[in-house]
């Protein structure tokens, strides 16, 4: 299963675009991972961030949604979160009644069947806010929900449009997920976000530090330099020669740590010989503005000082004998 939020990640692009452009603004994000192996089993699994922060999980087995953080209930009172979980309960229940049925009425559905959705809103003031709600089918996208209606996707299958015909003549649902979308998301990410401050404006400093291995491009030397956990996303990384930028810097995605900061790193091909003089540079927002950590590669690299530490050790033993012996020779000459 776990190739299943991969394939989401790649199915709404747009989704991580934007909320990369916009994280000040910690996007709101559920995702539902619907498995159907056959008419007789079904799952549904449920992920909730705040920005880059888990803050919800629903597991199959569970009636209840857990919370990840101390504040994922927001400033919801007990009532309110209780109302809205039965809400989900209920929603959850008839979403796999109705995938069984479309799968019965539509022929050119077969088992089994992998439905995976995307959905929450972005809150930028007190009243703006933007919503989203994607489908996908099989791993593909397929339709959405666009301010009063399902909309289909372009390119979708052509069965498609029957199941927008009857999910649009439901009035309840419409109604419920308008409300749900427009009324209650907004809310519910505006206490998230008070409840949730201190941790979503957290600073950690980067730890960062360098190696080198063998390039593929022969008679050359990849450097490699390790940024890692800091927090938030955001960071500035460049390997230098003195003052002068290397723009053929490569830079990796960011990768989560287990403890919520990223990890990243910025590689740099060079040609054997020609490394000395060249270090990484690193800024970032918990820096505090013009601080800027840099890592000089060749300078007390952990090889060198292995060696000089073996040499100071050899230099040391040598002098003892020389003195040793010479002292025995001494005793003996005087007895
Ligand atoms: C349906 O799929 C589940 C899970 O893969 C399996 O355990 C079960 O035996 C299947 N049932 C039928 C009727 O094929
Ligand atoms: C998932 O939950 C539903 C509803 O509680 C249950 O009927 C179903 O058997 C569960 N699926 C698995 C694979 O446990």
């Known amino acids: 299963m776990w190739y299943l939020p991969c394939l989401l990640f790649w199915v709404f692009p747009w989704v991580w675009v934007q909320s990369e452009a916009q994280q000040k603004n910690f996007p709101f994000r559920c995702l539902q991972i619907s498995s159907f192996p056959n008419s007789s089993c079904a799952t549904t699994e449920g992920l909730a961030w705040l920005g880059d922060l888990q803050t919800h999980r629903w597991s199959n087995a569970s009636d209840t949604i857990d919370f990840l953080k101390p504040w994922s209930q927001g400033k919801f009172s007990d009532q309110q979160w209780e109302q809205l979980q039965r809400i989900l309960q209920v929603y959850r229940f008839s979403f796999t009644r109705d995938v ?23 809150v930028y003031s007190e009243n703006a806010s933007e919503n989203f709600f994607y489908v996908a089918f099989q791993g593909e996208y397929i339709l959405s929900f666009q301010g009063t209606s399902f909309q289909k996707a372009p390119g979708a299958p052509p069965w498609t449009e029957l199941v927008i015909k009857v999910l649009n003549g439901d009035q309840g649902t419409m109604e419920t997920l308008q409300w749900l979308l427009n009324d209650i998301c907004p809310k519910f990410v505006h206490g998230l976000l008070q409840a949730g401050k201190a941790e979503l404006e957290k600073q950690e400093k980067p730890e960062v530090w360098l190696s080198s291995g063998l390039s593929p491009k022969h008679g050359h030397l990849q450097l490699v330099c390790h940024v890692s956990g800091f927090y938030p996303k955001p960071v500035w990384v460049m ?3 003195g003052e002068q930028k290397q723009n053929s810097t490569q830079r990796s995605d960011y990768l989560p740590n287990a403890d919520e900061t990223w990890y990243l790193q910025a590689t740099l091909d060079v040609e054997a010989g020609k ?8 800024n970032h927002s918990s820096l505090g503005g013009q601080d800027i950590i840099c890592r000089s590669h060749g300078k007390h690299s952990p090889v060198g000082v292995i060696i000089a530490a073996v040499l100071v050790v050899l230099i040391c033993a040598g002098i003892c004998y020389v003195v040793y012996t010479k002292k025995r020779r001494s005793y003996r000459d005087i007895l």
């Open 100 to 122: 069984q049925e479309f799968v019965k009425m539509l022929p050119n559905i077969q088992y089994p069947v992998e439905i995976q959705l995307s959905t929450g809103c972005d």
């Open 239 to 241: 390997w230098r020669q």
């Open 275 to 282: 490394e000395t003089g060249l270090a990484c540079c690193v």
